[in-house]
């Protein structure tokens, strides 16, 4: 009885490590320059990021660079980026239109190099 349990366990644990290498390959984390200046900025470039199938964003103002973490049977890096565009900001994928930047309030302006906080 006892080995019966401990193969039963085995296989269990066997089987879990299985579910946990393919969630594991189910995921990406991927780093995407993204323009910006300020907390108001980091807020809407981290709600944009946040596309459906996105676990996790952080983007840091000093590198301009936003970390993603993401669920690829969901979505990909370039619809990510898309949306960051769609909201302003430049990222190194594609660029805002200037539509889209030129709604984003004065202080968040990062192209002409001069914004005031």
């Known amino acids: 009885m006892k080995i019966a349990f401990q193969i039963l366990l085995s296989i269990l644990f066997i089987q879990f490590l299985g579910v946990q290498v393919t969630a594991q390959s189910n995921t990406a984390t991927d780093t995407l320059k993204v323009e ?27 590198t301009q660079e936003l970390v993603v973490i993401y669920r690829t049977k969901r979505t990909d890096l370039n619809r990510i980026a898309k949306a960051i565009a769609q909201a302003g900001h430049d990222n190194s994928i594609m660029k805002a239109s200037t539509e889209a930047y030129t709604k984003l309030p004065e202080c968040c302006g990062y192209r002409d190099g001069v914004h005031v906080h």
């Open 36 to 62: 910006g200046v300020c907390n108001m900025c980091k807020e809407r470039i981290q709600k944009a990021a946040f596309v459906k199938g996105v676990k996790w964003v952080e983007w840091d103002k000093s």
